[in-house]
């Protein structure tokens, strides 16, 4: 089901389903903000990744001395949330250990997700709670897509991925199946901005480390129009679309990283966000700002 909040500015839709955001609306303009979600493009509109982010060695995990399955970005996307609170400014879902994650992920847990608005800012916090277990080992991250050309008259080559301070991003390589080999590259020297063009994610996506700004944007490049992440308290950072021609672009804060290809399977050895003691919890905010 589909719950929405709003102010002057924004409207802001939840599906309960991955408590995934599946539209923002400029009310002012009627503009739709978010990724759409075409199937024949990209399915999806803004997921949460978790209990993990990426692939896992060898598409599995030892947990509790018994082997799973596990796909890409964990599972957190793709199971109902329930709907705990629903205010003027809040809505907030929880995904708490069920029948249908057990089997994915032995873990008691609990993942709460709460949206506020302020002005043109939209503040998605994600908690994890340790009810009982001994330790408590996830990574986690953002995935949200954002809709370009933002109108008719302007095209995919009329933006940019835009820094807030000078950098000369770092990436780790995961090409070409999603898991670390120990390779990094640079995507530019010294710079400020990235044109969006058809090569930028021909080889799928960029997982920048440790940058210095505390945004990271889309910016139309003669209006000044933007969406602005603050990414100052995530030590990942991606950007991502389908080859081509974009027709959105991801910006994708995370805290943790895909496993590696030689790297154990076993659960408790991947290099985790937080590592939770019974009864701790732990929090991240994504804050994206819709500048209009």
């Not at 994610?201 to 700004?213: E, G, K, P």
Request: glycine letters at 6%; one cysteine or more.
């Amino acid at each position: 089901m589909q719950y929405s909040i709003e102010n002057d500015i924004l409207r802001l839709t939840v599906d309960s389903h991955g408590a995934e955001p599946v539209s923002v609306i400029h009310k002012p303009t009627g503009a739709e903000l978010l990724w759409q979600a075409d199937p024949a493009v990209w399915k999806r509109h803004a997921p949460i990744l978790f209990p993990y982010t990426g692939k896992l060695t060898g598409g599995k995990m030892l947990a509790k001395g018994v082997e799973y399955a596990g796909g890409q970005h964990g599972f957190a996307r793709d199971v109902e949330h329930t709907m705990t609170h629903h205010a003027d400014n809040l809505l907030e879902f929880e995904l708490h250990a069920n029948a249908e994650t057990l089997p994915k992920w032995p873990y008691a847990f609990v993942l709460r997700s709460s949206f506020t608005l302020e002005g043109e800012t939209v503040h998605h916090t994600l908690t994890v709670e340790n009810p009982v277990e001994d330790k408590l080992c996830f990574g986690i991250g953002y995935h949200p897509a954002f809709a370009i050309p933002f109108d008719d008259r302007h095209t995919f080559a009329d933006y940019e991925i835009r820094f807030s301070e000078p950098e000369s991003p770092l990436c780790v390589n995961c090409r070409p199946y999603g898991l670390l080999h120990g390779n990094l590259y640079y995507l530019g020297s010294n710079i400020r901005e990235i044109p969006i063009d058809e090569k930028l994610f021909a080889n799928d996506s960029h997982c920048m480390v440790n940058l210095r700004s505390q945004t990271i944007g889309i910016y139309e490049k003669d209006t000044g129009r933007a969406v602005v992440c603050d990414i100052a308290d995530f030590p990942y950072t991606l950007i991502w679309s389908k080859p081509g021609q974009p027709k959105f672009v991801c910006i994708e804060p995370w805290h943790s990283l895909p496993s590696a290809e030689n790297g154990s399977t076993q659960w408790e050895k991947k290099p985790a966000a937080a590592i939770l003691a019974p009864g701790e919890e732990w929090s991240c905010t994504l804050s994206t700002e819709f500048v209009r």
